[in-house]
């Protein structure tokens, strides 16, 4: 289990009946969570009625019901990292709070390589990871087969102050892009995945988790320097364990160590919510 508590502006006030209150800096939202099987002791927009919540749909997918006018978006911070926040399609606010824990250790890892290092962030989406990366040092190649995730991501870049930095945006669908990187002599110290379960490339690429992601790593693999630093998979796809994402990394990187956890949240309830699991390979 990986936890950050850093957070200062993000805190999961309350859980219950398969919904978790937010605060978002000053802006409190009603989302569902898939982990939230228990019970609310009260109503959970009678703590902190909130200015917006997530309604699913009988159907499949939802929409937003706002309590009172909201900015398009807003910012919040860790440390000194910015990111743009707002209430987006199927549940999302553009941001995963939660990898927090995965950004400290990036950051730690490149710092302490005292080394250039380039990684390669793939299914990037709005560039957290991104963020954390350039903010310790290294060039980042940020991929995302969708052009309004990789705009997002340059604004959360020029937030903190890192637009300077070594950075390309590449709007394409990660698979194919490895492949060209592969032909081209392209090579990078650090692999970032933060795959979906189904989704399709920008040409309209079918993408699916279960059946594609071990080719896809081995196919990564062929992308690493001769230096590697690390590999971090992450998943938010039910029963993908933490134990799957050991197996995947231990079979297709070189030798090398791998860990496996929960990333989780803390709540102001004491408990700790699960959000999702992450792999990680580094060489030593």
Known sequence: MNINNEWKD???????????????????????????????????????KPAA????????????????????????????????????????????????????????????????ISVLN?????????????SAGASVCHVDAARNMVEMAKENVALSDLSDRPVRYIVDDCRKFVAREIRRGNRYDAIVLDPPSFGRGASGEEWKLERDIYDFLKLCAEVLSDDPLFVLLNSYTTGLQ???????????????????????????????????????????
């Not at 309350?14 to 109503?43: F, M």
């Not at 743009?84 to 939660?98: A, C, I, Q, S």
């Not at 793939?122 to 350039?134: D, I, M, R, S």
């Not at 079979?251 to 408990?271: D, F, Q, R, W």
Request: positive net charge; glycine residues 8%; contains cysteine.
């Open 242 to 284: 933490p134990a799957v994402l050991y197996d995947l990394l231990q079979l297709t990187m070189p030798a090398g160590k791998t860990t496996a956890y929960e990333v989780c949240l803390p709540t102001e309830e004491g408990t700790v919510l699960p959000c999702g699991a992450s792999g990680l390979w580094t060489k030593e």
């Open 122 to 134: 793939l299914f990037a989406y709005t560039g957290g990871a991104t963020v954390a990366c350039l």
């Open 10 to 48: 993000y805190r999961i006030i309350a859980t219950g009946d398969g919904e978790k209150l937010e605060r978002w800096k000053d802006v409190v939202l009603l989302r569902p969570d898939p982990q939230v099987i228990w019970h609310a002791a009260k109503p959970l927009d009678s703590i902190v």
């Open 53 to 116: 919540r997530y309604i699913r749909s009988s159907s499949g997918g939802g929409h937003w019901e706002f309590d009172r006018r909201l900015p398009e978006s807003w910012v919040v911070s860790w440390r000194d990292l910015k990111f743009k926040v707002r209430p987006m399609n199927f549940k999302h606010t553009g941001l995963f709070p939660e990898q927090a824990a995965n950004w400290a250790m990036m950051t730690d890892l490149i710092r302490n390589s005292r080394r250039q």
